[in-house]
Structure formats: structure tokens, C-alpha cells
């Protein structure tokens, strides 16, 4: 078997009928089209970034295979040369070294959070806010609607308050974020970004949007600016240990 044609077919190193001839060919040697396949494959699975969902299983199968064919019993009338040994020797310990990988990598994969994950996970602990944001009427009550998780209704409260009351402020912000307007949201973390009392607030509240928008790295970079003696910082050390 040429390796060396198969590697170029495959790499469109060969002329144009020198194509068509190779496609002819597999298409009328069924071992040709299997040896094909099998080198296609593998040097996928060699190229692919590890993947321990799919990479892994994948990966043994084509080295169960390729091990079978090439260094289990075989009939003495099938030779492979020294260098096409050579190559599959290379072949096949790049193969093992990237499924070593995944196994190294898959405790990390497995144990890893997404975004979404995360962000439901602490929001209920980091968001709240006090009993200055409630409607004009004092009739409802916008904390109960946030409690509850209606945030639209508790926007809709929030919303017409014309204020400068940072705990109202950062309510609207959370409704914000979790009715899906991010661009409101980062305005008022921002105008709060030099107010004393609030500032390590709006910026764990704004490290939490990022998460909310799958942004982890602007979200790990936000979380690292609050101080350790804010009173914020051990919820945000958490976080950053999750990211």
C-alpha cells in the first residue's frame, strides 16, 4: 500500500488525474477505500483539540485497529517496509501521546462549570438589595417581585423611580441583566464604579453580567479589581476559584 499517495489524496498533492485515478481506485478496492478511511480518520482524531466526550473513544478505536492490522499475527506474504514501519511507528505513538492527553485532560473537562452553570449557581447569594426599592404607592412590593424571580414585574416598578439610590439603582441593574438588557445593566455598574459605598458592589454585580453573557475572562478580570478588604471580596474569591 502507498501511504505516501494516500497522504497526498488526502492533501491534495496530487494532479488532477492523478485524482481521479486514486478515486477510481477506491472506488473499485474496497481494502484501498478502508485503508483510506482508517488514515483519514486517525489523522483527524491526531489533529482534533482533546476532547474527552468523544476524542477519547474514538481515539482507542483507531489505535485498537491500527495495532491489530499492522503489528498483530499476520500472513508472511504481507510485508511492510522499514520506513513505511517508521512511519506507522510515528503514526501511532502521536496517537497515544494525544490520548494520554485526554486522559490527563479529562478530570478538568469533566469537573469544569460553564457560564450558565456558574451564574445560577451564585446569583442567589450575590444579588440583593434593600427596602428602598419599592414602588411609589408602597402598595407592591418590588423586593417580594425579585425574591420571587419576576424580574419583569419588578423592573417595571423599578424602572419609572428617577433616583440616585444605589441599592435602587442596582435592582434595576439585576432586572436588567436577567430580562436580557445587558447594555442598561453595564451603564449603571459603570456610573457607580466611583461611588464609595457601592462601588465593589457594582463591580461584583458587573462581574456576575459577564458570566450571565458567557464572557468568563471579562468576568475573572472584573472580580480581580475588588480589594480584599472590600466587603465583597470573599464572594468574589469564590467565584474566581470556580471560574
Same mark, same amino acid.
Given at each position: 500500500?502507498?501511504?505516501? #499517495? =494516500?497522504?497526498?489524496? *488526502?492533501?491534495?498533492? *496530487?494532479?488532477?488525474?492523478?485524482?481521479?485515478? &486514486?478515486?477510481?481506485? =477506491?472506488?473499485?478496492?474496497?481494502?484501498?477505500?478502508? #485503508?483510506?478511511?482508517?488514515? %483519514?480518520?486517525?489523522?483527524?482524531?491526531? !489533529?482534533?483539540?482533546?476532547?474527552?466526550?468523544?476524542?477519547?473513544?474514538?481515539?482507542?478505536?483507531?489505535?485498537?485497529?491500527?495495532? /491489530?492490522?499492522?503489528? +498483530?499475527? %499476520?500472513?508472511?506474504?504481507?510485508?511492510?517496509?522499514?520506513?513505511?514501519?517508521?512511519?506507522?511507528?510515528?503514526? =501511532? +505513538?502521536?496517537?497515544?501521546?494525544?490520548?494520554?492527553? =485526554? &486522559?490527563?485532560?479529562?478530570?478538568?473537562? $469533566?469537573?469544569?462549570?460553564?457560564?450558565?452553570?456558574?451564574? @445560577?449557581?451564585?446569583? +442567589?447569594?450575590?444579588? $440583593? &438589595?434593600?427596602? $428602598?426599592?419599592? +414602588?411609589?404607592?408602597?402598595?407592591?412590593?418590588?423586593?417580594?417581585? &425579585?425574591?420571587?424571580? %419576576?424580574?419583569?414585574?419588578?423592573?417595571?416598578?423599578? #424602572?419609572?423611580?428617577?433616583?440616585?439610590?444605589?441599592?435602587? *439603582?442596582?435592582? /434595576? @441593574?439585576?432586572?436588567?441583566?436577567?430580562?436580557?438588557? $445587558?447594555?442598561?445593566?453595564?451603564?449603571?455598574?459603570?456610573?457607580?464604579?466611583?461611588?464609595?459605598?457601592?462601588?465593589?458592589?457594582?463591580?461584583?454585580?458587573?462581574?456576575?453580567?459577564?458570566?450571565?453573557?458567557?464572557?468568563?475572562?471579562?468576568?475573572?478580570?472584573?472580580?480581580?479589581?475588588?480589594? %480584599?478588604?472590600?466587603?465583597?471580596?470573599?464572594?468574589?474569591? /469564590?467565584? !474566581?476559584?470556580?471560574?
Amino acid at each position: 500500500m502507498n501511504y505516501e #499517495e =494516500i497522504e497526498k489524496y *488526502l492533501h491534495n498533492g *496530487l494532479t488532477e488525474d492523478e485524482q481521479k485515478s &486514486f478515486e477510481q481506485a =477506491i472506488a473499485t478496492d474496497p481494502a484501498l477505500a478502508a #485503508e483510506v478511511k482508517l488514515y %483519514k480518520q486517525t489523522e483527524q482524531q491526531l !489533529l482534533a483539540k482533546a476532547n474527552a466526550a468523544a476524542g477519547e473513544a474514538q481515539l482507542t478505536q483507531q489505535l485498537t485497529a491500527l495495532n /491489530k492490522k499492522y503489528f +498483530g499475527p %499476520k500472513d508472511k506474504a504481507q510485508v511492510v517496509s522499514i520506513k513505511k514501519r517508521k512511519r506507522l511507528y510515528y503514526y =501511532i +505513538g502521536g496517537a497515544a501521546a494525544a490520548l494520554l492527553a =485526554i &486522559f490527563l485532560l479529562q478530570p478538568l473537562l $469533566s469537573t469544569q462549570k460553564s457560564a450558565d452553570e456558574l451564574y @445560577a449557581e451564585n446569583a +442567589g447569594e450575590i444579588y $440583593s &438589595f434593600g427596602s $428602598s426599592s419599592r +414602588g411609589g404607592d408602597g402598595k407592591v412590593d418590588a423586593v417580594s417581585l &425579585f425574591a420571587a424571580k %419576576k424580574y419583569k414585574e419588578a423592573l417595571a416598578i423599578l #424602572e419609572p423611580i428617577a433616583t440616585n439610590n444605589g441599592d435602587t *439603582l442596582l435592582a /434595576k @441593574a439585576v432586572c436588567y441583566t436577567e430580562t436580557g438588557n $445587558s447594555d442598561k445593566a453595564h451603564t449603571i455598574y459603570n456610573s457607580l464604579a466611583n461611588v464609595k459605598d457601592y462601588a465593589n458592589r457594582a463591580s461584583l454585580y458587573k462581574a456576575m453580567l459577564y458570566l450571565k453573557k458567557g464572557d468568563k475572562a471579562n468576568c475573572r478580570k472584573t472580580l480581580e479589581q475588588i480589594p %480584599k478588604d472590600a466587603d465583597q471580596f470573599d464572594a468574589a474569591a /469564590k467565584l !474566581l476559584k470556580e471560574l
